[in-house]
């Protein structure tokens, strides 16, 4: 209990620090509703772990509105392991066991109980938020390879959060900017046995600034080990309804 009110003054120290006007560690939340959608994808260019096209059901929850942003990391983490540093830019470079440690330090501060969406969540969001957005119009939601003018691309980085135009869910920077880690372990056959095994390879999805429009395909899987930190992959939460905040974010 000391250790923890002594790390709430230390976050109050920062924030006041630095002129905060809004506590850095309100995260806000977009309430989705659930329901039924075929997840994966048939289309001539899906990898094979994207197939076969199942039915998945998800219930209500609630998605952070943005990534994770360097500031909130910091206020939590007491250091910022992102290779671009600014308060405002999505944290990055961090383990998916770090985003565990991360979640845990925070729900003890603010009380909720934050957690890593699914892989299953972030697909629906991801369709219901974008299915009426043509291929060619995704550079006006992502920040992505094909969002910069050709002269530009070798200076391809990550972005403030929010900076372009949300999806129809009102989710910022879900395609594109930084790569986002999912809850679950990843299994190459997981779509056709129904089930994943818990192991150390983990799920992200999403694309980031450096990813072409053909890897930024809402049914796109990528996975990577545990430990990996890159400078594209960050971490956006999710949080179970029950857990509605008064304000309702």
């Known amino acids: 209990?000391?250790?923890?009110?002594?790390?709430?003054?230390?976050?109050?120290?920062?924030?006041?620090?630095?002129?905060?006007?809004?506590?850095?560690?309100?995260?806000?939340?977009?309430y989705i509703s659930?329901?039924?959608?075929?997840?994966?994808?048939?289309?001539?260019?899906?990898?094979?772990?994207?197939?076969?096209?199942?039915?998945?059901y998800v219930r209500d929850f609630?998605?952070?509105?943005?990534?994770?942003?360097?500031?909130?990391?910091?206020?939590?983490?007491?250091?910022?392991?992102?290779?671009?540093r600014h308060p405002n830019l999505p944290v990055e470079s961090v383990s998916w066991d770090e985003c565990q440690q991360f979640i845990n330090r925070l729900n003890k501060l603010t009380g909720k109980q934050y957690r890593l969406p699914t892989e299953e969540e972030w697909e629906y969001v991801a369709y219901r938020g974008f299915q009426s957005v043509q291929q060619n119009e995704m550079p006006l939601y992502a920040w992505c390879k094909d969002?910069?003018?050709?002269?530009?691309?070798?200076?391809?980085?990550?972005?403030?959060?929010?900076?372009?135009?949300p999806n129809k869910l009102g989710i910022y920077d879900?395609?594109?900017?930084?790569?986002?880690?999912?809850?679950?372990?990843?299994?190459?056959?997981?779509?056709?046995?129904?089930?994943?095994?818990?192991?150390?390879?983990?799920?992200?999805?999403?694309?980031?600034f450096l990813s072409e429009n053909k890897y930024i395909r809402l049914a796109n899987r990528n996975h990577t080990h545990r430990d990996t930190r890159h400078y594209t992959l960050g971490l956006r939460l999710a949080m179970d309804v029950l857990e509605r905040t008064e304000s309702g974010k």
């Open 1 to 30: 209990m000391k250790c923890l009110l002594n790390r709430s003054i230390i976050v109050l120290l920062i924030l006041v620090g630095a002129g905060c006007k809004k506590n850095v560690l309100d995260i806000e939340m977009v």
């Open 34 to 56: 659930g329901g039924m959608f075929l997840m994966g994808s048939e289309q001539e260019e899906a990898d094979q772990d994207e197939r076969p096209i199942h039915e998945v």
């Open 62 to 84: 609630y998605l952070g509105k943005y990534e994770v942003t360097q500031a909130q990391w910091k206020a939590v983490m007491m250091r910022n392991p992102s290779y671009k």
């Open 147 to 165: 969002s910069y003018e050709e002269q530009t691309r070798t200076n391809l980085v990550s972005h403030k959060v929010g900076m372009l135009r």
């Open 174 to 208: 879900q395609i594109g900017n930084v790569h986002e880690w999912c809850a679950n372990s990843y299994d190459s056959l997981s779509y056709i046995h129904g089930i994943t095994h818990d192991n150390d390879e983990k799920v992200f999805r999403g694309g980031c």
